[in-house]
């Protein structure tokens, strides 16, 4: 029953240069304050071709940051996750690469979690759902959490509290 606050796309196309000016005009209009900016630096997938994609998305991401910025509508400082998704994903890895990012205001962990599904899109049906969900309630989070160091918070908290840019 509440306008949405925070809006992205499924496989970042909200980032896509065509449709970056016309998104963040109709997210301003329609009160939008938050967008995912999967600019991410450094990635550890070598060659693949998963890491030529992720390495456009971020440097997209990058580009479009201010365009959504000029309209009021914000991210998080960091991103991370784009290369631990999946089976890719474990508790170690993810926990270093949100470590990386210590000092910033706000991170976000892109992350896949849920059951998986018996209909629907390959995606849906992903077993890698569940293994990330497992990686999530691992240890090192735990600790991280227990620490003070890590913070989990919805994009509305972080607006509240001037963590966006």
Do not use: W
């Not at 456009?56 to 000029?70: D, I, N, P």
């Not at 470590?99 to 899109?121: I, K, N, P, T």
């Amino acid at each position: 029953g509440r306008p949405a606050r925070h809006v992205d796309g499924h496989q970042h196309t909200h980032v896509i240069p065509g449709l970056v000016q016309t998104l963040a005009d109709v997210f301003a209009l329609h009160g939008v304050r938050s967008t995912r900016i999967p600019e991410q630096n450094a990635f550890d997938l070598g060659d693949s071709p998963s890491a030529a994609f992720y390495r456009t998305v971020s440097a997209q991401a990058a580009q479009a940051r201010a365009v959504y910025a000029r309209r009021g509508v914000y991210s998080t400082q960091a991103f991370t996750g784009l290369d631990l998704m999946g089976s890719k994903s474990n508790a170690t890895a993810l926990a270093a690469a949100v470590a990386s990012h210590a000092g910033r205001r706000s991170v976000e962990l892109m992350c896949h979690v849920g059951y998986a599904g018996a209909s629907g899109d390959d995606f849906n049906r992903s077993a890698d759902r569940e293994h990330e969900l497992q990686v999530l309630t691992a240890r090192p989070f735990g600790a991280l959490l227990a620490s003070g160091f890590l913070q989990l918070a919805s994009f509305d908290d972080l607006f509240e509290r001037q963590a966006l840019c």
